[in-house]
């Protein structure tokens, strides 16, 4: 059964702002819209989950996803609400990046399910023989510069000045528009609320070009709210910077723990736009948490859909063992289960040692493991490390060492490489090469 658009945008808080006659348009025939993307980086980040999932639910609907990929406006650089210009970016970049692109967009759309399929476009086929008095014609012309100015994006910006180049966006992102209009028979185009200029540009160039027989508009704007905190903060970043996409660039275990590690007053919205869950599961879903906070059900299920969905099942299971072995109740079975070729997923940003075959041998008890042949690298002395086995505070492979000068052959390596000490709340791995 199809989706409402619009009626599913509204429960899920996804809605921000649309031109009047949208819900008409959609609901009349099978309508085709697009959202751009800024290919500035060879991977999408968690910032633009929320646009992209405005698509997955255009789809959803029944209606044909189009998405842009900003390989010429890409080299300018959007000026809304940005602080300064940014540095312009090489053709060469640009392809590597939309390839990158068209992968993660591959995860959320389906691309070959007839005529509902979505489809790729990049604004560098229609803008590279494009010459400059030729645009002028085409698009410059159509629109005021007092029309221009009176943009919020562009007026934060005459505060610190703002160049031509980045000035003229506005028409290039809207004369992408009138361009899918008539050559694609796009009629709306979406995006962040920040986006909102931009777009409506799009839509007044086309009216002035096309004209408005009857009041009645050719192309239509959608907008979804920007995602921030309850404290304010802008969502989607960590300490350490962008949440990425590209496992490369943020490790699935890393996406888990971001996912799991939501508040709950964030985390009921957090559902609503980024999960697929129906209306009534996610409704269970707060309930359960209501009236158990401490088991963190809805962030267990947002971070595990999305785990999947852009990595896979066997990332997700991976980043479960991770959890439970760095911050829960792993058990020696929990750490023998894990493949050798999973360690170093698991153990990803974990302390590491690696001694040698003959080194290992040599060891005569724990306490010269955790302290001489490893370097000093878990406990400095043998004299910490003695008092640290006397508190009870060390364990080997999560079982707790009983004594300072306990037998090393108490204790198996792992997948014949692998040690791992636990000093209190921290881990290391031992790898014998």
Known sequence: MKIDFIEELRWRGMLHDM?????????????????????TASSLHIGN???????????????????????????????????????????????????????????????????????????????????????LREAGKFLSVNYMMSKD????RLETGISFTEFSYQLLQGYDFYHLYKHNNIRLQMGGSDQWGNITTGTEIIRRKEGDEEGYFKAYALTTPLLTKSDGSKFGKSEGGNIWLDASRTSPYQFYQFWLSQSDDDSPRLLRVFSLKAKAEIESLEAQHAEAPHLRVMQKALAEELTIRIHSERDFQLALKASEVLF?????????????DEFDVVFDGVPQTEISQAEWQGVANITDLVSTVTRGE????????????????????????????????????????????????????VKVI
């Open 19 to 39: 031109m009047p006659g949208t819900d008409e348009q959609l609901k009349k025939e099978m309508t085709s819209g697009y959202i751009g993307f800024d290919p």
């Open 49 to 135: 989950l929320a646009t992209i999932m405005l698509l997955v639910h255009f789809q959803r609907a029944g209606h044909k996803p189009y998405a842009l990929v900003g390989g010429a406006t890409g080299m300018i650089g959007d000026p809304s609400f940005k602080a300064a210009e940014r540095s312009f970016l090489d053709e060469d970049t640009l392809r590597i990046n939309q390839a990158g692109i068209k992968k993660q967009l591959e995860q959320f759309l389906d691309f070959d399910c007839g005529e509902h399929s979505a489809v790729m476009v990049n604004n560098y086929d229609w803008f590279k023989d494009m010459g400059f008095l030729q645009f």
């Open 378 to 429: 878990i406990y400095p002395s043998k004299s910490e490390a003695r008092r640290a086995i006397q508190q009870n505070a060390v364990s080997i492979n999560k079982e707790k060492v009983k004594s300072a000068e306990q037998m090393l052959t108490d204790f198996a390596l792992l997948q014949d490489r692998f040690l791992l000490v636990s000093k209190g709340k921290k881990n290391h791995l």
């Open 328 to 340: 829960g109740k792993a058990t020696l079975e929990t750490l023998q289960s894990i493949a050798a």
């Open 153 to 156: 994006s562009v007026k934060k």
